[in-house]
């Protein structure tokens, strides 16, 4: 008994059945039919503008590389890549992008010959300008923090400070003595027995300039063996309101000697005699070693006199005698002396 294929009916004579070639034609004819129909839905498949698959039918091993466009794909497919995946060309990111095992970004130069990047380091430090090519710095030549603001650096614990720039420096180094050599205009204050120290040339000693417990000290007890004051008018001690002059050698004067009774003392060369204080005192009070006879010794009153009268000075010995008859003074005598004199001389202006 005869039987027929599943698809198109194409009649199978069993093999007890004669050969009806009528039959195998009309087999024929349904291979044509079914190939002719096949190939009008292909064209019109083909043809279809969109074409529709909505059985799911066309899967990724079917496409060809790069068959399918962005917006030919299922919106979901669509909002998956635009939710998920970074464009090359550039995009917007809504989270972190991170980078692990000290990867990090690469920055190329117009030319891509110069690469720098910016990464954690294993040691966990944050390195900005990264050149791995370049083998003697691993840096890049420049880094420029371009803002209009003052860029800052900032932690939690102290918050954001802003970065100083040449110009910050150096308007604070303004503000403080250069080592090389400068002025100031205010006070140096040194506080806690601190001092001024000058190291004397070609050794390890020291002029001090230093003030302890209300005392102002000038020169090292150990180091310092003379001390200049250098001034063109003559230096000063002040205390409170009060100014005095600081005496020179040559403001004093120091004269001795012995000088005769009538005569005037001598003022020191240079000095006036209002600035000249003189102390005398008796040296011999009888120069002469003059002698008085039996008979006049019959009443006596010595009386020895040192003094002056301005410059001039009086030395010697005044002899009261009396006589047996008289109550008072009858004869007198002088007897010239000579004095030790000390002379101290200081100038006044």
């Known amino acids: 008994m005869a039987t027929y294929t599943k698809n198109v009916k194409l009649l199978k004579p069993a093999e007890t059945e004669k050969y009806d070639v009528n039959l195998r034609n009309e087999n024929w004819d349904k291979i044509d039919k079914a190939i002719g129909d096949t190939s009008d839905l292909v064209k019109k498949h083909k043809e279809a503008n969109p074409i529709d698959h909505p059985d799911g039918s066309v899967t990724t091993p079917k496409l060809r590389d790069k068959s399918v466009t962005l917006p030919k794909l299922a919106d979901d497919v ?154 063109i008018n003559r230096p000063e001690w002040i205390s409170g309101e009060t100014v005095k002059q600081f005496a020179m050698l040559g403001d004093f004067s120091i004269t001795t000697g012995t000088i005769d009774n009538d005569q005037y003392l001598p003022v020191p060369q240079g000095f006036d005699e209002n600035e000249c204080n003189w102390f005398i005192s008796p040296n011999n009070l009888n120069k002469d070693n003059n002698k008085l006879s039996l008979y006049q010794l019959h009443t006596l009153t010595q009386t020895p006199v040192c003094r002056r009268e301005g410059r001039k000075v009086i030395v010697g010995t005044y002899i009261d005698r009396h006589s047996s008859n008289s109550d008072g003074p009858r004869y007198n005598s002088f007897f010239p002396g000579t004095a030790n004199y000390m002379c101290i001389a200081f100038k006044r202006g």
């Open 78 to 231: 669509t909002a998956l890549l635009q939710r998920t995946y970074v464009k090359k060309t550039g995009d917007t990111m809504s989270g972190n992008l991170e980078f692990n095992n000290g990867i990090g970004v690469m920055f190329n130069n117009a030319n891509n010959t110069v690469k720098t990047k910016i990464r954690v380091a294993p040691n966990g430090n944050f390195d900005i300008g990264v050149v791995e090519s370049n083998t003697e710095y691993g840096a890049t030549d420049t880094l420029n923090l371009i803002s209009i603001n003052k860029p800052k650096w900032y932690n939690n614990k102290i918050g954001g400070k802003p970065l100083a720039t040449e110009e910050d420096v150096n308007r604070e180094c303004s503000k403080r003595v250069n080592k090389t050599g400068d002025s100031m205009s205010g006070d140096l204050i040194l506080e806690n027995n601190s001092a001024l120290k000058l190291r004397q040339a070609n050794t390890n000693k020291y002029h001090v300039i230093a003030g302890d417990n209300g005392t102002f000290e000038l020169g090292s007890r150990s180091d310092t063996q003379k001390v200049k004051v250098n001034s």
